[in-house]
């Protein structure tokens, strides 16, 4: 039984890196690339994998997996700006599926080893990336 | 090749254990374990994985499905109090997980063994599961 | 300018007059009627209409809005038994219209006169109302 | 006949004002004044009231609006920050409302008389706001 | 106090004038004029103005209310070519306006003369007209 | 890493066999088989599951998969009757599996080995195909 809970988080990010040219940027991250940063309202899926509990019906208890999230991905990214504010992507690029990874790697810590762990991370409604962490 | 049909139904419900304390249901359930029902519009996807007919170019006829959907699923819960009115919750406490096992059993009955079967179940935008069975 | 901010509240309720036969119930409000209650997220949009303040750049700082639609309509109604549990709807059926015209007259004392209000409030995907105290 | 085209841009933006305290933009702007900006996927729905054309059956042909959009829109607004990059905000704050006010002027300027205009702008899936030009 | 009902059809249309050149139709028109058709999911929503009847909490029932959508809209347009199957374009191109003004005539019959009526079509997610008989 | 990119297509399509007697495509495909066609406007997710490319952050360059699956799909299939004038479906049914297919082939072509792909393919809101190439 798989089990989803939705988060949404507002953040500010730019993508480049620090020793392309301008030009370079721009070909390859395109208006992504802007100097002065651009945003999205991120939306992110967090599923669970595991057992139902027959005592209470849950898989895991949602207020609790809330509680997890809150701590670990929106207090940490929503109305921020994820290249100037966020020590996680001090040398990685914020594209979609680094944000997603890091998410990941973040929830992995906090959530019993018993649950098979996916993240669903979209940015616009046209894009989006799934990852379980292999 | 999977398929998948979508079905709506608006159900209430209420998350306790009859040999649990209030408090102790409070203290698991939150306020879904308040005594007088609350509701959901339950969205439902039925998805069925198996090989397209070369004749039809259909995996199964969807009119065959959402027929089977109605019986099943929408006729006995659809304006229903899950605890109250479906003795398939006389002993299982009507959690998301274990309302989508409930349905995905009774689909498994009406739905030829060719067909690998999973359902979604989203109870609001924030919370869904995923159950294939096992 | 009118500004609107969006919540959901998840209910139970039924559809009846006391004084109607069963049969009678049944006819006017089809399952709605059904004596055990079924429920619905209910999606809820407040829209203020005013002068935006030349300092703020708002009609109405959105966090205090959120807060009274919080205190006026979320705590009473969510994981609530609209008929059972809320005086709001002792000798009132909560029908859609009539759930708009009690949230319409709650917020109305609420918001500060110079705003215009409208609430919308949806059922399902397929049915809403809309109510400007009119 | 009102007719309405969608549009979407991608933008970062900070509230704040200048000769606040960062006490005072905190109190009245919340984490919506974070220094290093912020972002979302801004919705934008252009609503033109006017005569059906009864040759071409168009109240206005929908790709002479989309290009009006992209060229006073999206062309100026995505993938920038508003506060840094958009000289429309110099001296006005980037609210969703002041948003919607400066989209407004900007299509009314290209938009015929003869048309009644609407904007309608989504900040997130909770908050939006109405303009018509009153 | 205003109610909405939401209704989809899905049908298949082209918009051309036989009066005039391909070169014209295709200026005018664009891939919209292509000789074969395409097609939409249309999503409908009619919305009824009048008051709430004392009695039942309703400005109108629903039931009754999506019959007559059905009978109009529904059993006429879907699955239909707009263009050849259906008379009521034999000299109207169908053009999301021309469609909407079609339906609210059509609904217009059949709605008490008590009621406000206006319609809302939208042919993509990007487009859609609002229609109310003026 | 899974990655997603999302595309629609509004196209016109009739699902029946040549051979069959017009009682028999009815009988099987219902008012699917109308001889005048029908439409739908068709949302395509393209997912394709990779490494992600330490210099650049992305799985693949969605410019590059979104240009992709504009020349493979959109520029065939929008604003087209599939079974007029698409090759593709000169022998095959345009059921959504069938589309889903064609379109899974098209793109395998085109997209790299070192990626997985998967199509998602909505007919309505009700309706979708999920296809791997298995």
Redo the contacts between chains.
């Keep these: ?8 988080f ?4 730019r ?1 480049f ?1 620090a020793e392309w040219s301008d030009e370079k940027n721009l070909e ?5 690339s ?1 100097p ?6 991120y939306v992110l899926e967090v ?1 669970l994998e595991g057992e ?1 509990d027959p ?5 895991m ?3 609790d997996l809330k509680e997890i999230i809150r701590e670990e991905v929106t207090e940490r990214f ?4 994820l290249n ?2 966020c020590d996680e992507f001090a040398s ?7 944000i ?2 890091v998410i990941w790697d973040k929830l992995r810590k906090r959530i019993d080893q018993q649950y098979a762990l996916e993240v669903i991370l979209s940015e ?8 379980n962490g292999r």
């Design positions: 039984m798989k089990i989803c809970r939705r988060a949404i507002n953040s500010a990010h993508l890196r390859v991250f395109g208006n992504c802007h002065n940063y651009h945003g999205h309202n599923c139902v005592l209470t019906g849950f898989v208890d949602l207020k929503d109305h921020r700006n100037l504010d990685v690029i914020p594209t979609t599926e680094n997603a990874s616009t409604e046209n894009n989006k990336v799934i990852y």
